[in-house]
């Protein structure tokens, strides 16, 4: 079970991540967590991560948020960096990583999910067979139920002798 929460791959943050390289070994879908993924807890979507995704859709890359938030979080994020989204995706379950690769018509190797926790978004990363990319969290400002895993998190982290 502790495997499952590996990730593939870590980088600092969702910006420094070589984008080319994914794209030259076939990876077709880029999907985001949004909160401390992309910008900090409940902040709106900054020119930086505008820009990553424009970026990112002119490299020919299908881009998806798949988060937990409710719709009146996720919707107005969505519109505002022009992505597809789920919203209330009830990560860990596999199901929103699977049906966004449907949507995109990729398989699991041409999709990988960034995001800043090992319990949602690296263990259904990899229960649906995808990349998982797991971020330093950009900011300490969290919601609390959120706060009170990060202790767990960084136990198993250390387990799992990751960064």
Do not use: W
């Not at 999910?113 to 969290?137: E, H, K, W």
């Amino acid at each position: 079970m502790l495997e499952q929460l590996r990730p593939c791959m870590t980088a600092k943050n969702a910006y420094d991540i070589d984008y080319k390289m994914l794209r030259r070994n076939n990876v077709r879908l880029v999907m985001f967590d949004i909160d401390n993924t992309l910008v900090p807890h409940g902040c709106t979507a900054d020119q930086k991560c505008r820009d990553l995704i424009k970026r990112l859709k002119d490299m020919g890359f299908h881009v998806i948020l798949i988060s937990n938030a409710k719709k009146s979080r996720v919707e107005p994020f969505a519109r505002s960096v022009k992505a597809k989204y789920t919203y209330k995706a009830r990560k860990p379950k596999p199901k929103a990583y699977r049906a966004a690769m449907r949507s995109c018509r990729t398989r699991p190797k041409q999709a990988i999910y960034i995001g800043d926790q090992i319990f949602t978004d690296m263990l259904g990363a990899n229960r649906a067979g995808v990349i998982s990319c797991l971020v330093d969290p950009i900011s300490p400002n969290e919601g609390f139920e959120i706060r009170i895993k990060r202790p767990l998190e960084r136990l198993v982290m250390k387990l799992l002798k990751i960064k």
